[in-house]
C-alpha cells in the first residue's frame, strides 16, 4: 500500500494526464491550417492570463530569483518544443507523434535520475526495453509507406519536453502558479519574437482562436498540477506517471477524427503506454 505522502503527487500526475491529453489534441486539432507559431503564441498567452489571475486572487508566494530564472528557462525551452509538436501534431496522427514526443520527454529526465539516484530495479528496466520496442513497431515505415509524418518533430519536441521536466525540478518549492506564469512569460517572449522575426501573418480564424485560449487554459493547468506532483515527490516518478497522457489523446482522436492504425503500430502503441507504469515502479 502506497504511503499517504505519495497518494498527492500521484492524484496530481494523474489529474495531469487528462488535462495534458485533451489540450494536445486540442492543440493538434487547431493548429491545422494555421501557423503552428501564431497558434502557440496565443496558447501561451491565454495560459499566463489564467495563471496571473490565480496567483493575484490567492496571494501565493512569489518563488525566489533562482527560482524565478529556471522557471523562465523552463518556459523557453517548453515554449518552443511545444510549438514543434503542435505541428507535429498537425502534419501527421496524434495517435502516432503524440507517444513519441512522450516518451522521449520522459525517458531523458528518467536516465538523469538514475544517473544521480542509481540503477532502477528490475521492472524499470523491462519498461526501458518494452518502451524501445514500442517506439521502434511506432516508427517503422509500412511496406511501401515511409516514415509517419511528424514523427522526427515530435521526438525533437519531446526533447525540448525533457529539458522543461529539468529545469521546472530546479525552480524549487515556490508557488507553482507563480513557477508556471515566469514559465509562460518565457515560452510567449520565444514564440511570439520567432512570429515577428518570421513575419508570419497574425492571421487565425475565431474558431481556431477559441480553440487556442481553451487548449491554452489547459495546458497551463496540467503544467501546475506536474509542478504541484514533482514538488511532492521524485521527478522520475511524476514525468513518467504524466506521460500516460497521449492515452486520452489517441482516444479523441479516435474517436472524433476516426484514425485508424495498423495492427502492429497499435501493438507498438499499447506496449509504449504499458511501459510507462513499469518506469514508474521503481
Known sequence: M?????????????????????????????SRRTNAFVFTA??????????????????????????????LAAGGIGGFALAIFYRALASGKMGLTAPVAALTGAVIPTLVDVRVEGL?????????AL?????????????GVGRPEGVGMAALAGVGFAGFYL???????GSPLWIAACSRVASLLITGTIVVVSRTPLVIDQSRAVLAMLGGFLDISGTALFILASQGGRLDE??????????V???????????????W??????????????????
Open 265 to 282: 503500430k497499435f501493438v507498438g502503441l499499447m506496449a509504449a503506454l504499458a511501459a510507462v507504469p513499469m518506469i514508474a515502479a521503481g
Open 131 to 143: 518502451a524501445a520496442g514500442g517506439i521502434w513497431l511506432i516508427t517503422r515505415p509500412e511496406e
Open 167 to 173: 529545469c521546472v525540478r530546479q525552480a524549487g518549492a
Open 42 to 71: 496565443l496558447v501561451h498567452a491565454s495560459g499566463l492570463g489564467l495563471m496571473l489571475v490565480l496567483a493575484l486572487l490567492l496571494h501565493s508566494a512569489f518563488p525566489s530569483r533562482q527560482g524565478a530564472l529556471w522557471a
Open 238 to 247: 511524476a514525468v513518467v506517471m504524466s506521460s500516460l497522457y497521449p492515452a
Open 249 to 263: 489523446t489517441v482516444l479523441l482522436a479516435r474517436v472524433f477524427l476516426k484514425e485508424q492504425f495498423t495492427r
Open 120 to 128: 532502477p530495479g528490475r521492472w524499470p528496466l523491462i519498461g526501458f
Open 2 to 30: 502506497p504511503e499517504p505522502g505519495h497518494i498527492a503527487p500521484a492524484v496530481f500526475s494523474l489529474a495531469a494526464i487528462f488535462i495534458w491529453g485533451a489540450s494536445d489534441f486540442i492543440g493538434g486539432f487547431g
